[in-house]
């Protein structure tokens, strides 16, 4: 049997450039990438379409910026029809993005999707700055197509139920996975080399180890997670690893705290739904939440940070000058400070017949990783804010048409400026507003086949087709769990300083830092903070303000680190 390797695309009409990028991706690349170079528009246009008529894997196409009259983002939108996983990238002179034409269509071709990012073209040899662009776009491409090192592989009768709570756990976790199902050829093949007769469904490690039907903890413990905490006293513990509590513990960390996270699943919280953040400093290309996620781990970790996740905060009190914070598994730590950086999660729909189909075509958030499995499909999203938009402009980049449900009859309420008209703009979005989602069904495979939506203004109700539907309608915060131990404010979220500093709640004569809940000692950064901005980066600041605050509250309160 022939195994097709994927190919490598480049077409530059300038010869000396396209044999400059020919050598680089020859020399680096031809022992697992078929390198393809031709030079012109046309050539290109006919060999990617052979090569779709072939099925061959398509991983990244490099166009020069000029091509003849056209321009050669041209051409890179149009190859998302042809080779839905392949990375664009758009071949420039050294120094011409300070053309302020160049510049203006680099940038409209990113927004409009066209291209993944510009590459230089490779000036020396070996050119590593080009090398650098390349190889994160083939770490991208292998990501969307699920071949990216150390994939986990789990292998299950039907989609929902356990299977599907096994990816949610290994999604939190931020570890690359693949779904199979059991009489697929690939899961066949799975079984056959893990052992017939196991408990579906299995859970295939890359280092070989097989788990059948894993429980949550073992699962993320062979997924490299550390579960338990080291010791039961710390200086400082901050509950919630997603953007607040992870930068929290880099400079609790690093400021010599003791630090301790405690996440009910893994890293990165919502971030990690996020399929490319691009308004975080310092990512002119953007940054998954995923990678984000992982980085900021490393960075707490190598600090000394400890973690110990898939524990859930199950209640806080204070007592003796301590925090002591009540775990899941039943066990309590304890510091002179604590952090709640427990996000915000997104409200259920609750239609039966919706809920009953989730991981079978139906997802809470989750679009950044299901994107890629959307070709073709006929796909909705529900939801008005800027997560919602940003999720079918990603999806849209992948599925036949996306239709976004609003429940509100503008765009503009809930969203963006410039995320309205990429909505707007792209073509295989519709919106439909004042719309929403009151049921729907699978068909005879248990995948989403079809919805009920209705017109909220007439109560009229319409079914149409769809394989796949997001829902992304809002969060709440995630304080349930508090009790009354802080003062909460509308919607639950926790208030904090000024806010809590004449009302009642605050029990002692200092007045509380900004951040300090109704608890002393207890500081809220990022989401779930009543007034927070619901960003990444203002979370990641929070935060680190949090432990800022946490030296004054040492120093006034005479603490001394453990
Ligand atoms: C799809 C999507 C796209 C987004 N895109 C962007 C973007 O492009 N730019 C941007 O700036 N922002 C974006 N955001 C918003 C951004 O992700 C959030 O503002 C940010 O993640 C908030 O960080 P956080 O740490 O406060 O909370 P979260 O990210 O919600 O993390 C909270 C963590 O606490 C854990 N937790 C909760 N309760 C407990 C408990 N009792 N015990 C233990 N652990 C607990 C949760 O499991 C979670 O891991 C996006 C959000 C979503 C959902």
Redo the contacts with the bound molecule.
Sequence with gaps: MVVSVPVIFAVDEDDGALRAVERELVDRYSRGYRVICVSSEEEAMAQLETLAEAGEDVALVLAAHHLGQALGDELLGKVRDLHAHAQRGLLIEWGSWGDGQTAGEIFEAMARRRIEYYVIRPSQSPDELFHQSVSTFLLEWANARRVSPHTVHIISESWTGRAHELKEVLG?CAVPHSFLLADSPEGRTFMAESGDGETLPLVVFPNGTVLANPTNLELAGAAGATIDPDRREYDVII????????SAAVYGASEGFRTLV??????????T????????LGFPRGVS?RRLAESAYEQAWVFGAKFAFM????AIRREDGRIHVAL?DGGEVSAPAVIL??????RRLGVTEIEALVGAGVFY?G??YEAPTTVDEEVYVVGGA??AG??ALHLAEFARRVTLVVRGESLAQGMSHYLVEQVEGAPNIDVRLGTEVVGGGAGDDGWLERLTLRTRADGTTETVAAEELFL?IG?RP?TD?LSEACALGDGGFVRTGTEIAGDGTWPLERNPFSLETSMPGVFA?????HG????????VG??SIAIKLVHELFAVEQLQLS
């Design positions: 939190r509950i919630g690893g997603g953007p607040a509590g992870l405690v996440d009910n699943g893994g890293i990165g919280g919502q971030a739904s996020s399929s490319l953040i691009r308004n975080y939440g524990h859930d905060a199950t899941s950086a427990t996000g915000a999660t997104y958030s679009p950044a800027n997560s940003q999720a992304m969060a995630n769990w950064a990022g989401d779930v903070r927070s901005i619901n960003r990444v980066a203002s979370a929070e935060g």
